[in-house]
């Protein structure tokens, strides 16, 4: 992903949640300054590997398949364990089994449950010794009473599991409305594990954007570095060579050729330093040399220079570093050796080893100016 504005870096933190890789760029040093910040500053959801142990027992609890064991390597590009929506139609409901042994399951629990909030109730039995007759008068000697036509009182009927209501009646025992909750605590728990079953054996479309994510780690962003231009490397221009590109190409004249003389890098950088010095983090800490710094007879430090501290003269090293690339531990190694003769180092070119960035002998640094 490429950003050629930056601004506050939202385009490179949305590419490091996603893992994609990214460069961003701005003009600006607060912007890039803010967006470094937030990168490093920023946790990111660790999502299940395919390819680990967690993963693998993702997959089985989110499937209800065992998988085979295998030896995992936590590799990222076997993708991760991904939330899916399932297909369900009639078939795979009438070809699941499954929802059987559930229901026989919860109807071993619920049918004793529905026998007992009837009991407390008074439905489903005879009202003080009644049995169904003709005249619903009360048994007398050995002869029974009998309901009038054979027919029970109505409201007397015990309540089927499609009849009980979702809400318990006002009046009620309490003794009943406990057992009311517990039936539909049961029957929910029911109908919640048989549409787990159906999901689990619908077909399912993987939802790639949403993979789950493992709450016991955080992600921190990867390693990346922050270069910059040379605020010393001018790339010469010709006002003419569009004109003149043109009018070889229209056949009015011979295209001239211009070439630009090479530039040595280390020149240009001394230059630079003799005209700009070495800028501080307070403008008034900003570092002039007295004189443009001269060359030094030797491979690693370029050249040196002469600047005043507190009303003292002190010398520094300049090392200059390759015009594209970074500064490698063996450079730094030898300018170590070497640092021991100047006062400071003044390091110009690609970004050192973090390690290594402040070990420079007894010299102390005074300043690094990065390099692509």
Not at 74 to 82: K, L, M, P, T
Not at 151 to 176: C, F, H, M, N, T
Not at 314 to 320: D, K
Request: proline share 6%.
């Amino acid at each position: 992903m490429l950003d050629p504005t930056c601004g506050s870096g939202t385009a490179a933190a949305v590419a490091e949640q996603w893992g994609r890789r990214w460069i961003t760029i701005d003009t600006s040093r607060v912007a890039l300054a803010l967006a470094r910040t937030r990168l490093m500053s920023a946790r990111y959801p660790y999502y299940h590997l395919a390819d680990s142990k967690e993963g693998r027992g993702r997959e089985q609890e989110v499937s209800g398949k065992i998988l085979a064991d295998a030896e995992t390597h936590g590799d990222i590009r076997q993708g991760f364990v991904y939330e899916r929506a399932p297909h369900i139609t009639l078939k795979s409901i009438a070809n699941n089994a499954e929802i059987d042994v559930i229901w026989e399951t919860y109807q071993q629990t619920l049918e004793p449950l529905r026998a007992q909030l009837n009991k407390a109730l008074g439905k489903g039995s005879d009202p003080a010794g009644l049995t169904p007759g003709h005249n619903g008068r009360r048994s007398t000697g050995d002869k029974p009473a009998t309901w009038e036509h054979g027919v029970r009182p109505a409201g007397s009927d015990p309540l089927e599991e499609w009849q009980i209501p979702r809400e318990a009646g006002k009046d009620w025992p309490e003794a009943a409305r406990k057992l009311h909750a517990a039936w539909w605590e049961a029957r929910i728990e029911r109908q919640r594990r048989i549409d787990a079953s159906i999901a689990k054996a619908a077909d399912v479309e993987y939802l790639y954007d949403r993979p789950y994510v493992d709450n016991a780690r955080v992600r921190v962003a990867g390693p990346f570095t922050v270069e910059s231009l040379s605020p010393h490397r001018v790339v010469p221009s010709e006002e003419d060579e569009l004109a003149d590109t043109l009018a070889a190409q229209a056949g009015k004249r011979r295209r001239s050729i211009r070439v630009t003389p090479p530039t040595d890098f280390a020149e240009m950088v001394l230059d630079h330093l003799t005209s700009a010095g070495v800028t501080q983090v307070e403008k008034r800490d900003t570092i002039r040399f007295a004189a443009r710094p001269s060359g030094w007879p030797g491979e690693y430090i370029c050249a040196e220079a002469h600047f005043l501290e507190a009303g003292r003269e002190r010398r520094a090293g300049i090392l200059v570093g390759p015009e594209y690339g970074t500064l490698s531990r063996g450079d730094l190694r030898k300018t170590d050796q070497l640092g021991n003769r100047c006062t400071a180092i003044r390091r110009c070119g690609g970004r050192p080893p973090r390690r290594r960035a402040k070990s420079l002998g007894k010299a102390r640094q005074i300043g690094h100016t990065p390099q692509p």
